[in-house]
């Protein structure tokens, strides 16, 4: 292809009436006749160019059009045109460099309209249905009773699974060889016996007492891990939710309303409950939740052993040891305490006889909840 390299012809500087100045003037004559019949040229072959596929399209924008390209050229050319004429060689150029950006353009999109239409994807399709997932019953559970204290005026706290002994025993009310810690058979960290894995979400309580004064109306939902053997019955880990009531008046009578409210939204308005004595380090005096049976109704049947009743939460009022432990004047302040299991709730719920298919991420037990969702 030819190039045309006009540049640095004309160094003198144009002066009317100068011998060299004519002289170049004439000279100039033939140049521009020259760039004008290349522009025309140009533009009869940009007119007519042709592309089949994206890659012969992106040959001609860089033949043309690149910084190497012959419209570039002749713009750099452009610079020795004489002033006069620059008005008209540039317009010229100008409409060139449109035309064969416009024609480069419309063969690329018409190239790449043609490979779409030739392919076997079809846009037009209606996609395939992309399966919603399900929440998991213990999610599902949980956020139902986060609901309920929710509307009873109860926030949500939450804290570390790996915890410290204060938090977990010793703020709440635990002596160090109090036979009270083997209750929970807790997981210990070997090279740090200080640090644990939490037995129970009551160590977010302690943690919301110790920054915050009352009153308090918290709910502390999490997971927590006892070391247990695995079975149908047990596991390594499970999950609660704990709550926790501080103010100047607060009273047995409170706690109990406060949890018929909530075992008959959870399970009905014909549930009933009953307090047996029990005992918590950090509640005086403590009780155990028992609710009529939800599956039997109280008839007796395998899940309640046939006494028509299960056990569904520990609570107490708090003891004012723990209250004067995490800061809170026991004097002024009193306040109650529970805690529950969600994965014994969401057996009563939804009858789960097995508590390891809660963990064990099989889809087909999980699609199970998908109306509950
Ligand atoms: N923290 C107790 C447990 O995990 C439950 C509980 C909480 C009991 C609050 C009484 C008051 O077993």
Partial sequence: MQKYAFNSIYTHFFTRNCYLCSEISNKSKNYIEMIIEKIQELMGEVTNLQAKTAEEAEALRIKYLSKKGEITALMNDFRNVPAEQKKEVGMKINQLKNMAQEKINALKEAVQTEQTAGSAVDLTRTPYPIPLGTRHPLTIVKNEIID???RLGFTLAEGPEVE??????SSLNFAD???????????????HPDIILRSHTSSVQARVMESTQPPIRVICPGRVYRNEAISARAHCFFHQVEGLYIDKDVSFTDLKQVLLLFAQEMFGPDTKIRLRPSFFPFTEPSAEMDISCNICGGEGCSFCKHTGWVEILGCGMVDPAVLEANGIDSKIYKGYAFGMGIERITNLKYQVKDLRMFSENDVRFLREFEAAN
């Fill in 177 to 191: 060889d109090h036979p009270a810690r083997d209750m929970q058979d807790t997981f210990f960290v070997e090279s």
């Fill in 164 to 169: 410290d002994d204060w938090h977990v025993y």
């Fill in 148 to 150: 309920i204290f929710g």
